[in-house]
């Protein structure tokens, strides 16, 4: 193999190929020709993209390599590591974006030749647009020829694919593909969340022209904003601020001006005189070293000197530090920064001087860490002529308020980042603030999800900030009223159950029906079987949760993965979890129809001429059936759907036993829905009788 040439991974040749990894695993074990592993590790390993290729052509697997791939495979390979080589194809893109006329004449010549010219072109560029090279902490350099001559290849494929997909859309293609590949390596602020606290800063009377996010990151803040007039980021991390700065540079045009900086933040702040219309961060948590021992004396701690603990703290007084008077700030917390006790005099001081304006609790999934429910802090810069709210907005979108009148609600998401409704979260949060905000506010705008509390009683020994501690809980916001609703409705549905009790139960001989399996219906044509948890797309997903707790599609695919279509469910289809051991079964309604299947789902799709999916559904969820066709092999149960077993039976009398079984269906569906609602009421109840809303009678 020539030295340096590009190596790829199995997920990498699934990609090229327009297949499933389980199909590249197929290949290796099945063809001795299957190119041999030149890198990598023995559980994940990789092989020259080369040979790969040359492979899959012989076999008839590929007719030629898309070109998305190949650029991104060369990208993936590059010698100097994929971070350079993307900030390489960065300034070559930011060029060909600002000087495409120059581009034809930079590609004629050699490689070599190539190099030297691009080197100076390029560094005419980045000092054009984001100053001189000499600027201290300026996060971009223009690459030297030796630096750049490696790239050429992957700069020339990268200019071909801008041509078809577009400049800034080749750049976010491959910066999403390296964010993806290395998702321990990067904290990232989902898109939804970017948008949302964007939203936040640009409801304001002054739309923010000037923002700044002083713990960059990637760039995903500042790439919400809508027109800005100046964007200013920092991060400390080299090969992010490069990559963020070439980000936004492809993003805005000239008419923005771009500051773009390397350096640690609250240690070496690269804007001390800025002054901004706005500030979004995304910092980084529980950081012990954030400078506390060096910046004791620092100006910006204008509201209390935070403890070594409270790093998040520190973070708040410096954004505070960088908004012109009446600016806006939007910073995502951890929620213990709402409530630890060694941040309570800093808290009491942002709150006594109208500060701080609102803070926001995410359903857990929002960012990382996905497993808490973080918050977000919305600032405003105090000064003369302005005057100090007496009320503080506390909003809790982590467990939104339902409507007694709606039906039977989504159990909670298992995990939650790929289930949050944006939407939704979106919705809540902004009429809450822009209620707030506008002229004679309602003391709540939100039952259950939204108050207006008044400063004086936050300013207690704890000064506790966390929406959960001062929101009552949904089904008591509404007061006695809303718990009448709730009891009316229990027993519209407990009235529900009477009607759909099973018939009563007739002794019977056990049948001795002559038996099939699954696996042999669907080798004579009689149903289709179907595995799901592959395919990407903008519908939504039957997950495994739903299936097991009889709700809507939560569930989303990827936007960028193997190229395979999903498989969409249709009315009469029959899905059964594949871990777990549970005899569950769900049969797909007009409603459900057309999203896709999830992971850990198999789906069975009768003939309607020789199967009634009812009857099949029922069967199915048979105890004794299901663990005949389980493995105990692991330490989770496994069911084998092929091995499930249906009795041979006329199709009249397999309607007959759907229609009972369809039955049991709509019973089972009217109990949950009793238990959640008699939950509720309970709960209520006793948040009213111990609050003083309602009287014991």
């Known amino acids: 193999m020539p030295e340096n040439s590009t190596e790829v991974t199995a997920a990498g040749i699934a990609r090229l190929a327009g297949v499933g990894r389980a199909a590249v695993s197929n290949w290796r074990r099945r063809h001795a020709d299957f190119p041999k ?82 080197s100076l072109a390029v560094d005419q560029v980045l000092t054009t647009r984001f100053g001189p090279a000499a600027e201290a902490g300026r996060a971009v350099h223009a690459p030297s020829p030796a630096e750049l001559l490696p790239s050429v290849p992957l700069l020339r494929a990268a200019a071909e694919l801008a041509a078809g997909t577009g400049i800034q859309e080749t750049f976010e293609f491959l910066l999403g593909r390296q964010l993806d590949a290395n998702p321990r390596q990067y904290t990232l602020t989902p898109p939804g969340l970017a948008e949302l606290m964007t939203a936040l800063v640009e409801t304001g009377e002054r739309p923010a022209r000037t923002v700044l996010d002083p713990a960059a990151g990637t760039g995903a803040l500042l790439r919400a904003v809508g027109r800005p007039a100046a964007l200013y980021a920092q991060e400390n991390d080299p090969d992010l601020a ?152 506390l909003v809790d979108t982590a467990e939104p308020a339902e409507s007694p009148s709606a039906g039977p609600a989504p159990a909670a998401p298992a995990g939650g980042r790929d289930r949050i409704d944006w939407q939704a979260v979106h919705g809540a949060v ?74 009563a139960v007739t002794p019977s001989e056990p049948a001795h029906w002559p038996l099939t399996t699954v696996g042999e219906l669907a080798r004579a044509g009689a149903l289709q079987l179907r595995t799901g948890g592959s395919g990407t797309g903008p519908g939504p997903v039957l997950t495994e949760h739903d299936v097991l707790g009889s709700t809507a599609p939560s569930g989303s695919l990827p936007a960028d993965g193997p190229a395979e279509e999903p498989v969409l469910v249709e009315p009469g289809d029959v899905v059964v979890p594949v871990l777990g051991g549970g005899s569950v079964a769900r049969v797909v309604d007009d409603a459900t129809a057309g999203a896709a299947l999830g992971r850990n789902l198999q789906l069975l799709r009768p003939d309607p001429a020789a199967l009634d999916p009812w009857f099949l559904a029922g069967f199915l969820r048979g105890t004794a059936n299901n663990r005949q066709a389980s493995s105990y092999a692991s330490t989770a149960t496994r069911l084998d759907a092929r091995r499930l077993q249906l009795p041979r039976l006329p199709l009249a009398e397999q309607q007959r036993y759907g229609q009972r079984f369809r039955a049991l269906a709509e019973f089972e569906d009217a109990l949950r829905l009793a238990g959640r609602l008699g939950g509720q009421l309970v709960q209520g109840m006793y948040d009213g009788l111990t609050d003083g809303t309602v009287a014991p009678g």
């Not at 309602?442 to 009683?457: K, M």
């Not at 009448?484 to 009790?501: K, P, S």
Request: charged content about 20%.
């Open 37 to 118: 592993p030149v890198g990598g590790t023995e559980t994940s390993p990789s092989f020259a993209l080369s040979e790969v290729e040359q492979w899959l052509r012989d076999q008839g697997k590929l007719a030629e390599v898309p070109l998305r791939e190949r650029v991104w495979q060369q990208l993936a390979g590059h010698p100097a590591g994929a971070v350079p080589a993307l900030v390489h194809t960065g300034c070559a893109l930011l060029l060909l974006r600002t000087a495409p006329s120059t581009w034809p004449e930079i590609t004629a010549v050699s490689d070599e030749g190539m190099a030297g010219v691009l």
């Open 242 to 393: 490069a990559l963020t700065a070439l980000r936004l540079a492809l993003r805005t045009d000239t008419g923005c001006a771009l500051a773009a900086r390397t350096g640690d933040t609250l240690r070496a702040d690269a804007f001390p005189q800025l002054a901004a219309d706005a500030v979004l961060c995304h910092p980084p948590f529980n950081e012990r070293n954030w400078g506390h021992d060096e910046l004791a004396y620092d100006p910006r701690w204008e509201y209390g000197f935070p403890a070594r603990t409270e790093s998040e703290l520190a973070w708040v007084q410096h954004a505070l530090a960088h908004l012109r008077e009446g600016g806006t700030a939007v910073l995502l917390m951890p929620p213990a920064a709402a409530s630890r006790r060694s941040g309570r005099r800093i808290r009491a001081d942002l709150l006594r001087r109208g500060a701080l304006r609102a803070v926001i609790a995410l359903p857990a999934g929002a960012a990382p860490p996905y497993g808490i429910p973080l918050h977000l802090w919305v600032l405003r810069k105090p000064g003369s002529g302005l005057h100090p709210s007496p009320e503080l907005l």
């Open 430 to 503: 902004l009429d809450a603030w822009k209620s707030f905000e506008g002229p004679g506010h309602p003391a709540a705008a939100r039952p259950g999800g939204a108050r207006a509390v008044p400063v004086i009683e936050l300013l207690d020994d704890d000064v506790d900030l966390a929406p959960a501690r001062h929101l009552p809980p949904p089904a008591a916001a509404g007061g006695p009223a809303e718990l009448i609703r709730v009891r009316e409705r229990l027993t519209e549905t407990l009235g529900l159950t009477g009607t759909l009790t099973p018939w």
